[in-house]
């Protein structure tokens, strides 16, 4: 007969906010590290994070990429801040699977013995995740959107004078968004395995969450055109329907 498996060790509130503190110290410790070695790498990132956006806008003009000078600054301070933020960012998605990691820890203290030993899974999963969405963002998703954009202001006539801080926040939460909506399935994993939600439910209930899927990419996707609500939408929808199968194989096969 097997033996029963060690409960989740038992911790007090002030100690929860403890070890939350000590994962951020933590936290905040790497991505410094990590930022001073993209801030001297920062016009390199930059010149990487606004290719997308000259490809689109090459294509629609039929310029070569170096014969496209789009950018341009009225306030002294907006090229520094700009390239910190960017380093800053840059050193948060190569510090993730640290920050997953910090993560895990936190919650490991209330998982069961079998469970815990998943931590090497965990954080090559989240990070895959999290950096393939990324990886999509920059990809496909600045390419969807620069096409339309531009297609649109090459029409119109209009000449591009952008800020840099501008396309900063859009290359920025377009990325992190994508990449975080990429860890649909890895948080269905443990609803399913909490039981907290079941493949059948998540079935029956498609249709609402659909809904709510166009809602938080009208709000929170980049842009005012209706075009990429829906591009985001699908995209979610996508993963919607993959978390339901990761949600059917997380699910506890014995009686509660």
């Not at 520094?80 to 190569?94: H, N, P, T």
């Not at 490991?108 to 090559?124: A, T």
């Not at 998540?202 to 709000?219: C, D, E, G, N, P």
Request: proline share 6%; glycine share 4%.
């Amino acid at each position: 007969m097997p033996l029963p498996e060690t409960p989740p060790n038992k911790m007090s509130f002030w100690e929860h906010l403890q070890e939350l503190r000590v994962r951020i110290v933590r936290s905040l410790i790497i991505v410094a590290v990590v930022f001073a070695i993209t801030y001297a790498y920062r016009f390199n990132l930059w010149a990487w994070a606004q290719r997308p956006f000259l490809e689109a806008m090459a294509r629609q003009t039929g310029k070569a990429i170096t014969a496209l000078d789009p950018f341009a600054f009225t306030d002294l301070t907006e090229p520094f801040f700009s390239m910190m933020r960017l380093s800053l960012w840059a050193a948060a998605v190569l510090s993730a699977p640290f920050l997953f990691y910090q993560l895990w820890a936190f919650i490991r203290p209330g998982l069961l013995p079998k469970e815990r030993r998943l931590v090497i899974p965990f954080v090559l999963v989240t990070s895959g995740c999290f950096l393939a969405g990324a990886a999509f963002a920059y990809k496909q998703a600045f390419k969807f959107l620069g096409d339309i954009l531009f297609q649109e202001a090459a029409s119109a006539g209009l000449r591009a004078n952008l800020h840099a801080s501008d396309y900063l926040d859009l290359f920025i939460s377009t990325t992190l968004i994508t990449g975080v909506m990429f860890e649909l399935p890895v948080l269905f994993y443990f609803l399913a395995r909490f039981r907290i939600v079941t493949a059948k439910l998540m079935l029956k209930y498609w249709r609402h969450a659909t809904m709510a899927i166009l809602i938080f990419s009208a709000f929170f996707t980049p842009g005012d055109v209706v075009v990429t609500t829906i591009f985001f939408s699908v995209v979610l929808l996508g993963l919607y329907f993959i978390s339901v199968v990761v949600a059917w194989l997380a699910e506890p096969r014995q009686p509660k």
